[in-house]
């Protein structure tokens, strides 16, 4: 059973331009919800996380945006730029995130120059 | 670098053998997560180790068996290897019950042929 599901799995975006993943889960005890990104090679590492208690964290040009009543979440990156090209994961967890993580499939995305 | 360090970097071994991979979590972190990443599945959550007690279990095999000794560091433990555990198996340690963020090590790639 997938207990969180992203898509798409993979995007292509151009420079500047905004690229969104979007993840739903169904586990309603779920109250940490991290992305995490990955280069080739690399190990997975944090980028941004929110707590269901707000709607939108921002850090820089990345966003993440949650709607508890539809039990779901994105990732929004503002103005690409071809160093964004990565492999992102999000991920949920309870007792927030002391547990460990519940990981989607991933989204592999390339930001073309 | 996370701080968190896994050895080897690759293996190749066939099938029926066993295996023995090593992490090393960050200085001061209680808590060691063994993670599995296949191309399929993504990141798959195998077993989580707190100050040497386990703590959870994901989707770990009876044929895998993990262990976390007095100085932290961890071992995953994989045997009567088949073509199909072929994997980047990933490390990743935290600081118990604070942000929740897990440093993951570069991982694992374990080849069964």
């Known amino acids: 059973q997938q207990q969180v599901k992203q898509s798409p799995q993979s995007l292509i975006v151009q420079k500047g331009g905004i690229s969104i993943i979007n993840c739903a889960y169904e586990n309603t005890a779920f109250d940490y919800f991290p992305w995490y990104q990955q280069f080739p090679g690399k190990g997975p590492a944090l980028l941004i996380a929110i707590r269901p208690d707000v709607s939108e964290k921002k850090e820089g040009r990345f966003t993440i945006s949650f709607n508890k009543s539809a039990k779901q979440f994105s990732l929004h990156i503002m103005d690409s730029q071809p160093g964004d090209s990565a492999t992102y994961f999000c991920?949920?967890?309870?007792?927030?995130?002391?547990?460990?993580?519940?990981f989607g499939k991933g989204t592999h995305l390339i930001i073309q120059p | 670098d996370s701080g968190v360090t896994q050895t080897p970097k690759h293996l190749i071994t066939a099938t029926g053998q066993r295996v023995t991979l090593r992490c090393s979590p960050r200085?001061?972190?209680?808590?060691v997560y063994w993670y599995q990443q296949s191309l399929d599945q993504g990141l798959q959550f195998l077993i989580q180790?707190?100050?040497?007690?386990?703590?959870a279990k994901g989707n770990i095999l009876e044929r895998f068996s993990a262990q976390q000794f007095p100085d932290l560091h961890s071992e995953l433990n994989l045997s009567s290897l088949e073509l199909g555990d072929s994997a980047l198996y990933f490390c990743?340690?935290?600081?118990?019950?604070?942000?929740?963020?897990?440093?993951f090590g570069e991982g694992s790639r374990l080849t069964v042929l």
């Open positions: 990743a340690s935290s600081v118990e019950g604070t942000t929740g963020e897990l440093f």
């Open positions: 200085s001061g972190d209680l808590s």
């Open positions: 180790y707190y100050n040497g007690e386990e703590r």
């Open positions: 991920a949920a967890s309870t007792n927030w995130g002391a547990d460990g993580l519940t």
